[in-house]
């Protein structure tokens, strides 16, 4: 992979042909599973790339572009709220407005959004995390993540490349001690993707890391301050829209949580999800066994020593994920957030490992893109 031709490159080049290279394998798998995909709700069978690109929550994005937002939120006979664009930040369909005059589609549009979002993330990341791995175990990061079962995400009309670029902007600037130029991305990821919580739980984690150790000046500790309270208002700030928009308070959390069938509540999920997944008796054996794996991976020396807001990034994360979010099948989707553990894996794994680790997320990616993606598969799976 590092040959001596490819080490002459300049960074930013080596990291894109890497990104490059993985993006296009991924397209591949996509347009090779389209060949088997029957006929769904969106396209006929066989679709064309951009008939495939307007699977799932892609054609909510269009329809946000299309149709706004509503000012009343549509309720079932029961008065409860029904799945609706609120859930659905608008970064990504605002930047895929604004390329409407080249002609294009909404989903052509948002498809290059998302790619441009896609290789700006992996140079962020590479910017980043190399200082902390070295730059060649870098680059096996992004071949690994960009590799890894879910990435054709990345790829497609989904705000996941926008928000990951934004909180590794945010992190990456807020790390070299430059809060305010770090603000703009806080608020964007706010915008992006549901991150603006997680965000602020890893930008408070570290401030009081460095309170604890009091390794920064405390001018700089202020703004880190600042910065977090940045992210929790952007964090607050979409729901008080959407409260705004439609008189109703919970507009958000009940959009949110129509798609569970229930009220918000935290850490409850996981234990009623894990029931569904393996049956009543052993569902709170599998509900310890996922938290064991949680607490041992990010515990990890390894993870560790991709630096403090990295490591605490994906502790907020994990957090986050484990006591607000539902664990249906997106949950492998929604694991894309904690791409630093690429890093750490990279940096801690001898070639052999990292050839087979690839070879696990590309074989991962097939079965992604077949069950999930496509419906290819008799159990019911969601991206």
Not at 154 to 177: D, M
Not at 213 to 229: D, I, Y
Not at 292 to 306: K, Y
Not at 338 to 361: E, F, Q, S, Y
Request: proline share 6%; charged share 10%.
């Amino acid at each position: 992979m590092l040959s001596r031709g490819f080490r002459q490159l300049p960074r930013s080049a080596a990291v894109l042909m890497v990104w490059a290279a993985a993006t296009l394998l991924s397209l591949l798998v996509l347009r090779l599973g389209a060949q088997d995909t029957g006929q769904t709700v969106w396209a006929p069978a066989r679709p064309t790339w951009m008939e495939h690109a307007s699977f799932w929550d892609s054609g909510w994005y269009e329809r946000i572009v299309r149709e706004g937002y509503p000012t009343q939120l549509p309720t079932g006979t029961d008065g409860t709220v029904q799945q609706n664009a609120w859930a659905f930040m608008p970064l990504l369909p605002l930047l895929a407005s604004a390329l409407s005059w080249t002609g294009w589609s909404f989903y052509a549009c948002a498809t290059a959004v998302s790619l441009a979002a896609s290789a700006g993330a992996a140079l962020v990341m590479d910017r980043w995390l190399a200082p902390h791995v070295g730059k060649r175990a870098s680059l096996w990061a992004v071949a690994l993540f960009w590799c890894s079962p879910c990435a054709v995400v990345l790829q497609l009309p989904y705000a996941e490349s926008l928000g990951l670029l934004l909180v590794a902007v945010a992190l990456w600037l807020a790390e070299r001690g430059r809060f305010l130029a770090a603000t703009p991305a806080v608020i964007g990821a706010a915008f992006a993707r549901p991150l603006g919580v997680p965000l602020t739980a890893a930008l408070g984690l570290w401030w009081l890391w460095e309170v604890a150790r009091s390794r920064r000046g405390r001018r700089e500790r202020l703004r880190l301050l600042g910065l977090t309270a940045v992210a929790a208002a952007s964090a607050l700030a979409w729901p008080a829209i959407a409260w705004a928009v439609t008189g109703r308070a919970d507009a958000y959390t009940a959009t949110e949580t129509s798609w569970r069938g229930g009220e918000l509540t935290p850490l409850l999920p996981w234990l009623t999800r894990s029931q569904w997944w393996v049956g009543g008796h052993l569902g709170w054996l599998l509900l310890i066994g996922v938290a064991v794996l949680a607490v041992l991976a990010l515990s990890a020396p390894a993870l560790r020593q991709v630096g403090e807001p990295a490591w605490l990034w994906c502790v907020a994360y994990t957090l986050y994920l484990l006591v607000f979010f539902d664990p249906t099948t997106s949950v492998f989707r929604l694991l894309l957030p904690l791409a630093p553990v690429a890093w750490a894996l990279a940096a801690h794994t001898p070639p052999r490992v990292r050839a087979a680790l690839l070879a696990v997320g590309l074989v991962g990616q097939v079965f992604w893109v077949s069950w999930v993606w496509d419906g290819y598969s008799a159990v019911t799976w969601v991206p």
